[in-house]
């Protein structure tokens, strides 16, 4: 069962557009990640947001963790073709004192020169 | 610091064969995590071992999956048999934080992931 809904599945954009991707659940995590993930590569974490409301800015992205701590936003300024790749957001859960990331279904982003 | 290894990158078998991954977590990672991603899908966990023992494998399908680590370092995945929905890119990640009640920001680093293709 899918926990995270990610929307826009795809984005296909021009070099010094902005754009946000939504990340959304009815669960409540005790943290949220984002990850980006390039082809044949794994995942590499982006950021982590813990508390609600947060909001952490890392050079041209921006992340939003939701004051109920069930929903995130990922706002990238002026986006270069370098940012192309998959984005994924993780809720985590504990499980029995342990941590369980749950993955959204991704965001595919195509930044064109 | 040496990232997380898997092998082989590539595997290309036929339904109902077998076929067994490997992963060789950073150095000192206690938790190692298998799962997984299928084409325009996120990451889907299968097993968390701690160490040795297994944390979590609630959504690994057990009539055809097994996952060991019996050292509490490296660890194989094998599935046998193999079937088509199988395809699927298979992730092995690892962090420090042995997981606890207050590690909220654990970190997980990934594997380059074996893809698999059946046939």
């Known amino acids: 069962t899918q926990l995270l809904e990610q929307s826009p599945q795809f984005l296909s954009i021009q070099e010094g557009e902005n754009l946000t991707v939504y990340c959304n659940s009815s669960?409540?995590?005790?943290?949220l990640q984002w990850y980006r993930q390039e082809p044949g590569e794994g995942p590499v974490l982006l950021v982590t947001?813990?508390?609600?409301?947060e909001v952490k800015k890392l050079k041209r992205l921006t992340f939003q963790f939701g004051d109920a701590r069930k929903d995130s936003s990922l706002h990238i300024t002026a986006a270069q073709p370098g940012d192309t790749g998959l984005y994924l957001c993780?809720?985590?859960?504990?499980?029995?004192?342990?941590?369980?990331?749950?993955f959204g279904t991704g965001t595919r982003l195509l930044v064109s020169p | 610091e040496a990232g997380v290894a898997q092998s082989p990158r590539y595997k290309i078998i036929e339904k109902r064969q077998s076929v067994a991954f490997w992963c060789n977590p950073i150095?000192?990672?206690?938790?190692l995590y298998w799962y997984q991603q299928i084409l325009g899908q996120g990451p889907k966990l299968l097993i968390q071992?701690?160490?040795?023992?297994?944390?979590?494998d609630s959504q690994l399908p057990k009539d055809r999956f097994s996952a060991e680590r019996l050292k509490g370092v490296d660890s194989t995945l094998k599935i046998q048999p193999a079937k088509l929905e199988d395809s699927a890119v298979y992730l092995c990640?690892?962090?420090?934080?042995?997981?606890?009640?207050?590690?909220?920001?654990?970190?997980?680093?990934f594997g380059p992931g074996t893809r698999l293709l059946v046939l």
């Open positions: 071992f701690q160490n040795n023992g297994v944390v979590d």
């Open positions: 993780a809720g985590a859960l504990m499980n029995t004192g342990f941590q369980k990331l749950v």
């Open positions: 150095s000192g990672h206690a938790t």
């Open positions: 669960s409540v995590f005790s943290s």
């Open positions: 947001v813990v508390t609600g409301g």
């Open positions: 990640a690892s962090s420090y934080r042995p997981g606890t009640a207050a590690g909220l920001q654990e970190t997980q680093y």
